[in-house]
């Protein structure tokens, strides 16, 4: 099965830095487009960043641009996303999902969420 | 303000049909295929249709999929309590280079 696991949240002060870890198995990680998306509470889902699986093509939403960067390491199966100069409206569960066929349409799984909080 | 446009609510009967809209632009909607996922609050989205009209192993045909030209819609027929919760389309905008989705639908069953 498919399985996609966060970590690497928590409370950060504005102006702070935060790297999130996904960890993928139960696929061929390698070969698969990856999403990071984040829900503040109450709202709706935003999508934040898109990598392809070789890491040749990087999208981000301008919300983020200039501030994060998401990364993978085929080798360890896992995503990253480093934040820098975190913002209080940076606030929100990050989920990583996976892109079903690599063109950010659609995304067939995703992880349980990792809380980030930026807050003084 | 999101870049794809869905009601806030929706609300039917136990059994019934309800359909979900979602109204967008030829930069995403227009040109790219819609996705549509299903969340109860506190869980991860869980995608229902993706492609055209695709559903992923183990949702049921209840639920389908159309567009046409810059909208698509949700349907979901036999409505159940379990159906309560809240709906999102997403797709890629081609102008933004980015992600987009709709702001989410709540749905009531009543």
């Known amino acids: 099965d498919v399985q996609l696991v966060e970590s690497g949240g928590g409370l950060v002060q504005p102006g702070g830095s935060l790297r999130l870890l996904c960890e993928a198995s139960g696929f061929s990680f390698s070969n698969s487009a990856m999403n990071w998306v984040r829900q503040a509470a109450g709202k709706g889902l935003e999508w934040v960043s898109y990598i392809s699986g070789t890491s040749g093509i990087i999208h981000y939403a301008a919300s983020v641009k200039g501030r994060f960067t998401i990364s993978r390491d085929n080798a360890k199966n896992s995503l990253y996303l480093q934040m820098n100069s975190l913002r209080a409206e940076d606030t929100a569960f990050y989920y990583c999902?996976?892109?079903?066929?690599?063109?950010?349409?659609?995304?067939?799984?995703w992880g349980q969420g990792a809380l980030v909080t930026v807050s003084s | 303000q999101s870049v794809l446009t869905q009601p806030p609510s929706v609300s039917a009967a136990p059994g019934q049909k309800v359909t979900i809209s979602c109204s967008g632009s030829?930069?995403?909607?227009?040109?790219?295929?819609v996705s549509w996922y299903h969340q109860v609050p506190g869980t991860a989205p869980k995608l229902l249709i993706y492609?055209?009209?695709k559903r992923p192993s183990g949702i049921p045909d209840r639920f389908s999929g159309s567009k046409s030209g810059t909208s698509a819609t949700l349907g979901i027929t036999g409505l159940q309590t379990g159906d309560e919760g809240d709906y999102y389309c997403g797709t890629w905008d081609n102008s933004l280079s980015a992600g987009v989705f709709g702001g989410g639908t709540k749905l009531i069953v009543l």
């Open positions: 030829s930069s995403n909607i227009g040109n790219n295929h």
């Open positions: 999902a996976r892109d079903w066929d690599g063109s950010g349409r659609g995304f067939d799984s």
């Open positions: 492609d055209r009209n």
